[in-house]
């Protein structure tokens, strides 16, 4: 039997300041926050359901976790605490290259703040792994405590565990939370809806559940000679939001703001609402855009932020169901059920309220991406090799492991053109640590297949002559995607042209951290099974010493 939607109200995270307030001025904090394995309810008729919650003690631990607000220019330290207990609730598969604790004991864990600029040894590389009570620690760990300058421009980080070959696992077992950095000066002009009540964070991903409550995952591997457990993607028949399945809300007819974050491992989401209500995009990913764009639908990937504001005093009905068509996997997968095709529910009040919130005609204006000033230009091509036997096709970016030498190595405050080459099924959603990019154009490759076979001799998309296959038809990149993103969706097929500005900082503060040292950054596809398949879909950058 299906569960009821709509019987539980969205939550609101708990919120943690990431300062302190000093007679009146904002001076840096420090903070503590633990992982716990907790029960969590995701739905009033499921039993309670075992997860690995963020918090900072089990009993305030959540799914997602805590939101962290911090100050822009104003330091964060946080401790991660590591307090799992010595076994998964999740079948995790030891035949992919994972961070095994040689006692064999305690889980393997790390966090990444996503979209922060800051240092190597903050970034949460998957080496750097640590378990309960620090008793072992992964090859790169240097640090208890990491610290977040907060030094950018203001905009909608989070926070999710990076754990080399656990990824996947630690993020469906519920290690993700969102963090928010603030700068009121700039953005109280904007008078966009905010404060709690009206600038309201959404968490939303998938999830399959057993009748016990406990959360179920295909755990027999697509090639169970090799990888028994091992699946290429997980999807899940619920929708939870703000960590519970098709949630409600009450809302007043006015504006409101929603930041959406797409915590999925696989799953993208094309979002839209059922009466037409169009959604006005202020931001995407860690950015404001520059000027607020309208739109009826939104396609998230995995990882992607999406910020809109929504005027319910435009709606005809008393109640709207934010909705999904995105199939799975995207783009050419199974079409959405009577399921997954549904988000949660609005239901919105009779009387018409005076409303303060406005939409401005511009918001914050950064520095134009500037193709003449970029230092090189590198190819990235994704690729499936055809390999021995029976293995499954490894995916690989530029035919290289994680382990491989270090082969990007930008240098920090410069930018350069990637040509992303997807020559693999599926869309991978690209995430670039410490670096923010503009997406200049699609390009679908004619004669893939040729461009292919060549690339699987050679693997070098130069020798191969991309240029003479990257000439079919373009994709025009939607307005609000236009600005400066950290994800983007690299279509199967197609070439994507991005300039990547490595350390962008929008900041009145200066602030000099240490990109050159160990371990460095990565870069790497967003579906979190790719990401730790062997390391396929990976890469380090690191930056090049001057
Ligand atoms: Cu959202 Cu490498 O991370």
Same mark, same amino acid.
């Given at each position: 039997?299906?569960?009821?939607?709509?019987?539980?109200?969205?939550?609101?995270?708990?919120?943690?300041?990431?300062?302190?307030?000093?007679?009146?001025? %904002?001076?840096?904090?420090?903070?503590?926050?633990?992982?716990?394995?907790?029960?969590?309810?995701?739905?009033?008729?499921?039993? &309670?359901? &075992?997860?690995?919650?963020?918090?900072?003690?089990?009993?305030?631990?959540?799914?997602?976790?805590?939101?962290?607000?911090?100050?822009?220019?104003?330091? $964060?330290?946080?401790?991660?605490?590591?307090?799992?207990?010595?076994?998964?609730?999740?079948?995790?598969?030891?035949?992919?290259?994972?961070?095994?604790?040689?006692?064999?004991?305690?889980? &393997?864990?790390?966090?990444?703040?996503?979209?922060?600029?800051?240092?190597?040894?903050?970034? /949460?590389?998957?080496?750097?792994?640590? $378990?309960?009570?620090?008793?072992?620690?992964?090859?790169?760990?240097?640090?208890?405590?990491?610290? %977040?300058?907060?030094?950018?421009?203001?905009?909608?980080?989070?926070?999710?565990?990076?754990?080399?070959?656990?990824?996947?696992?630690?993020?469906?077992?519920?290690?993700?939370?969102?963090?928010?950095?603030?700068?009121?000066?700039?953005?109280?002009?904007? *008078?966009?809806?905010?404060?709690?009540?009206?600038?309201?964070?959404?968490?939303?991903?998938?999830?399959?559940?057993?009748?016990?409550?406990?959360?179920?995952?295909?755990?027999? /591997?697509?090639?169970?000679?090799?990888?028994?457990?091992?699946?290429?993607?997980?999807?899940?028949?619920?929708?939870?939001?703000?960590?519970?399945?098709?949630?409600?809300?009450?809302? *007043?007819?006015?504006?409101?703001?929603?930041?959406?974050?797409?915590?999925?491992?696989?799953?993208?989401?094309?979002?839209?609402?059922?009466?037409?209500?169009?959604?006005?995009?202020?931001?995407?990913?860690?950015?404001?855009?520059?000027?607020?764009?309208?739109?009826?639908?939104?396609?998230?990937?995995?990882?992607?932020?999406?910020?809109?504001?929504?005027?319910?005093?435009?709606?005809?009905?008393?109640?709207?169901?934010?909705?999904?068509?995105?199939?799975?996997?995207?783009?050419?997968?199974?079409?959405?059920?009577?399921?997954?095709?549904?988000?949660?529910?609005?239901?919105?009040?009779?009387?018409?309220?005076?409303?303060?919130?406005?939409?401005?005609?511009?918001?914050?204006?950064?520095?134009?991406?500037?193709?003449?000033?970029?230092? *090189?230009?590198? %190819?990235?091509?994704?690729?499936? %090799?055809?390999?021995?036997?029976?293995?499954?096709?490894?995916?690989?970016?530029?035919?290289?492991?994680?382990?491989?030498?270090?082969?990007?190595?930008?240098?920090?405050?410069?930018?350069?053109?990637?040509?992303?080459?997807?020559?693999?099924?599926?869309?991978?959603?690209?995430?670039?640590?410490?670096?923010?990019?503009?997406?200049?154009?699609?390009?679908?490759?004619?004669?893939?297949?040729?461009?292919?076979?060549?690339?699987?001799?050679?693997?070098?998309?130069?020798?191969?002559?991309?240029?003479?296959?990257?000439?079919?038809?373009?994709?025009?990149?939607? &307005?609000?995607?236009?600005?400066?993103?950290?994800?983007?969706?690299?279509?199967?097929?197609?070439?994507?042209?991005?300039?990547?500005?490595?350390?962008?900082?929008?900041?009145?503060?200066?602030?000099?951290?240490?990109?050159?040292?160990?371990?460095?950054?990565?870069?790497?596809?967003?579906?979190?099974?790719?990401?730790?398949?062997?390391?396929?879909?990976?890469?380090?950058?690191?930056?090049?010493?001057?």
């Amino acid at each position: 039997s299906r569960l009821k939607m709509f019987v539980d109200e969205v939550p609101e995270m708990p919120t943690i300041r990431g300062y302190r307030v000093v007679n009146g001025s %904002y001076e840096p904090a420090a903070l503590k926050i633990g992982m716990f394995r907790k029960d969590w309810k995701f739905h009033r008729d499921l039993p &309670p359901t &075992p997860v690995f919650a963020y918090g900072t003690s089990k009993h305030t631990a959540t799914v997602p976790g805590p939101t962290i607000e911090a100050m822009g220019g104003v330091s $964060t330290h946080v401790t991660w605490t590591n307090h799992l207990p010595p076994s998964h609730i999740l079948p995790w598969d030891p035949t992919i290259p994972t961070a095994m604790p040689v006692a064999k004991k305690g889980i &393997p864990t790390v966090v990444h703040l996503h979209g922060m600029i800051g240092g190597p040894e903050s970034d /949460g590389h998957a080496h750097s792994w640590f $378990t309960n009570g620090f008793r072992e620690t992964g090859p790169t760990w240097t640090t208890k405590t990491y610290h %977040y300058p907060n030094v950018q421009h203001p905009g909608s980080l989070w926070y999710h565990d990076h754990a080399m070959g656990l990824t996947r696992v630690n993020l469906l077992a519920g290690l993700i939370g969102s963090y928010v950095i603030r700068d009121p000066k700039t953005e109280s002009k904007l *008078r966009l809806p905010s404060g709690n009540e009206f600038h309201r964070r959404l968490v939303i991903f998938d999830r399959s559940f057993l009748t016990n409550g406990s959360i179920y995952m295909n755990s027999t /591997g697509n090639n169970p000679d090799i990888h028994p457990q091992w699946q290429p993607e997980y999807f899940g028949d619920a929708i939870i939001v703000n960590g519970k399945a098709w949630p409600r809300m009450s809302v *007043r007819r006015r504006k409101y703001r929603f930041t959406v974050i797409n915590a999925s491992n696989a799953r993208f989401f094309r979002l839209f609402f059922r009466n037409g209500l169009r959604l006005i995009h202020v931001a995407a990913d860690s950015a404001y855009l520059e000027k607020p764009v309208v739109a009826t639908h939104t396609l998230l990937a995995p990882s992607e932020i999406i910020d809109f504001v929504v005027d319910f005093s435009d709606s005809r009905s008393d109640s709207v169901i934010l909705a999904n068509d995105a199939p799975y996997p995207y783009p050419s997968g199974d079409p959405v059920n009577d399921a997954n095709s549904v988000v949660m529910k609005f239901n919105i009040r009779k009387e018409r309220e005076y409303d303060t919130w406005r939409v401005p005609r511009t918001l914050i204006k950064y520095p134009s991406p500037k193709l003449s000033g970029a230092a *090189r230009s590198r %190819y990235i091509a994704m690729y499936e %090799y055809a390999s021995a036997a029976d293995e499954p096709t490894h995916l690989y970016i530029n035919g290289r492991s994680f382990e491989a030498p270090v082969t990007e190595k930008a240098k920090v405050g410069t930018s350069e053109v990637w040509y992303v080459i997807n020559l693999t099924e599926d869309n991978h959603p690209l995430h670039v640590h410490l670096g923010l990019f503009t997406v200049m154009e699609q390009t679908e490759l004619v004669n893939a297949e040729e461009f292919k076979e060549c690339m699987n001799k050679l693997n070098d998309a130069m020798r191969c002559h991309v240029e003479k296959y990257a000439r079919g038809k373009k994709i025009r990149v939607l &307005p609000h995607e236009k600005g400066w993103k950290n994800v983007y969706k690299m279509m199967p097929g197609f070439v994507t042209k991005i300039l990547v500005r490595f350390a962008y900082i929008h900041s009145t503060q200066p602030y000099v951290f240490n990109a050159t040292a160990e371990p460095g950054y990565v870069y790497h596809c967003h579906v979190s099974f790719h990401y730790t398949f062997l390391s396929n879909l990976v890469r380090h950058w690191r930056s090049r010493v001057m």
